[in-house]
């Protein structure tokens, strides 16, 4: 029976890790449904943008006060759970503090004293961030596109990295004051929880003193696991998807529309005087035709699209300085990709219940994102300007509206009357091609 904490610990291991495995496992199979798209150009920029944007929170300082703290909140979380290495290895092997024998009695107090300094740190930024989205009233972090359980889970995201906090410095108090009194080695060093909490656990027995270190350490590593497969549920999957969309990021000029080739080519097969409309294709190659222009659905969006509607941290920067927002229009890019996530993991649902995906009779347009929003936007691009992790909302909204013109004809009437007058004067405006110069006369 004395291995018996040993062999829970590994069933929890085992368990915690394979689920997260299998939720990962599903998300990438979600994304494969949009179409592939060629995003493995200019590696060296794309490795580059990833360790400025992601590692390197460069677009979340433009906002000093949030973003420093966002940096506090992120760079300490992530660089504290590498003692989960720690937490593994005494937890398989009965040891304690492991990494003491491997760092070295010198180093290690160092690299405790700094996971104690980024713990109280996050524990700084969770709070702040907690009082300002639920009572400072910041305009993007109330609107009424978070209620229900877009508030309640980064609410809970902050509670449970404020309680994993909390639990690590109960640990290295309890644990700090058994060195003091010859119980334990003394490795490490705790000037926080020691100086915060160490007076107050001083009057408690050795015995409730160890109960409270292997108690906070449990739920320590318990916390983790469940933070892990919670994720999945989560806004919070920017924590690691945010890597990926930057690496895939369109790195072209904000505003560069991409051109279908089909379409390309048949319009310079009309410009041709010498080309046969009638001819058929050389032999060995394809009619490059779509199926379908646009995006009436996840499956007509490419895959960095749905990628980017996995990664979206609900921020609301986008929306904020989206023009249509502010003057009130019912477009929001936040909601666009919040919208298509959902219609993402409902048809994930359809998929795990039927084996395949079984028509269901809805669509992302009209049933979750409506032509009102989509025609409210002015393709300017601050939303994709402002994102933190640069992710492109404007482009499924392209996409759905070349959907509606292409394949529905269903342009507002100032759209078309625009497109009618193009094809027969060669200009947005109505008047004949032969007076086109006359602006020039005078």
């Known amino acids: 029976m004395q291995y018996i904490d040993n062999i829970i610990f590994l069933i929890l291991l085992v368990a915690g890790f394979g689920l997260f495995a299998k939720s990962l496992q599903k998300i990438y199979r979600n994304i494969r449904l949009g179409h592939e798209i060629n995003r493995n150009d200019r590696k060296s920029e794309r490795w580059n943008t990833m360790a400025r944007v992601a590692m390197g929170q460069s677009k979340m300082v433009k906002r000093p006060v949030a973003g420093i703290l966002h940096v506090f909140v992120y760079v300490g979380f992530v660089i504290i759970n590498i003692e989960l290495i720690e937490i593994i290895v005494d937890g398989l092997f009965g040891t304690h503090r492991f990494l003491a024998s491997v760092f070295g009695h010198g180093f290690y107090s160092f690299f405790?004293?700094?996971?104690?300094?980024?713990?109280?740190?996050?524990?700084?930024?969770?709070?702040?961030?907690?009082?300002?989205?639920?009572?400072?009233?910041?305009?993007?972090?109330?609107m009424k596109e978070l209620f229900g359980w877009p508030k309640h889970d980064a609410n809970w995201i902050l509670i449970i990295e404020f309680?994993?906090?909390?639990?690590?410095?109960?640990?290295?108090?309890?644990?700090?004051?058994?060195?003091?009194?010859?119980?334990?080695?003394?490795?490490?060093?705790?000037?926080?929880?020691?100086?915060?909490?160490?007076?107050?656990?001083?009057?408690?027995?050795?015995?409730?003193?160890?109960?409270?270190?292997?108690?906070?350490?449990?739920?320590?590593?318990?916390?983790?696991?469940?933070?892990?497969?919670?994720?999945?549920?989560?806004?919070?999957?920017?924590?690691?998807?945010?890597?990926?969309?930057?690496?895939?990021?369109?790195?072209?000029?904000?505003?560069?529309?991409?051109n279908l080739d089909s379409v390309t080519k048949e319009i310079k097969l009309m410009m041709d005087p010498n080309a046969d409309p009638y001819a058929a294709p050389a032999e060995g190659a394809?009619?490059?035709?779509?199926?379908?222009?646009?995006?009436?659905?996840?499956?007509?969006?490419?895959?960095?699209?749905?990628?980017?509607?996995?990664?979206?941290t609900e921020c609301g920067r986008c929306t904020s300085v989206c023009p249509a927002n502010i003057t009130g229009k019912k477009l929001s890019p936040r909601l666009i990709l919040m919208k298509t996530r959902d219609r993402l993991e409902e048809v994930g649902r359809n998929i795990d219940k039927n084996g395949k995906f079984v028509d269901d009779g809805k669509k992302l347009l009209n049933d979750y994102i409506t032509k009102e929003e989509l025609w409210a936007c002015t393709t300017c691009n601050a939303c994709t300007e402002a994102c933190p992790v640069l992710l492109d909302p404007l482009s499924i909204i392209f996409e759905m509206r070349r959907f509606l013109v292409m394949e529905q004809s269903a342009a507002p009437q100032e759209l078309n009357l625009m497109m009618t007058n193009v094809e027969n004067n060669a200009a947005p405006w109505q008047y004949n091609q032969a007076d086109r110069l006359n602006w020039a006369n005078d």
């Not at 980024?118 to 305009?139: D, H, P, S, T």
């Open 112 to 142: 405790t004293a700094t996971l104690e300094i980024l713990a109280l740190l996050v524990v700084i930024g969770v709070v702040v961030f907690f009082i300002r989205r639920n009572f400072y009233g910041v305009k993007r972090l109330t």
């Open 163 to 258: 309680a994993l906090m909390m639990a690590f410095f109960k640990m290295n108090a309890a644990d700090w004051v058994l060195q003091q009194r010859g119980v334990l080695p003394e490795l490490g060093s705790f000037p926080i929880s020691s100086t915060v909490l160490g007076p107050v656990f001083s009057n408690f027995g050795d015995g409730f003193l160890h109960f409270t270190e292997k108690g906070a350490w449990w739920f320590h590593f318990v916390g983790i696991l469940f933070f892990m497969n919670y994720l999945y549920y989560s806004k919070h999957l920017h924590i690691i998807l945010a890597f990926p969309s930057t690496w895939y990021a369109n790195l072209d000029k904000k505003g560069k529309f991409n």
């Open 286 to 312: 394809e009619a490059d035709v779509p199926s379908k222009f646009g995006a009436e659905d996840i499956f007509d969006l490419n895959q960095v699209q749905l990628l980017n509607a996995y990664s979206c």
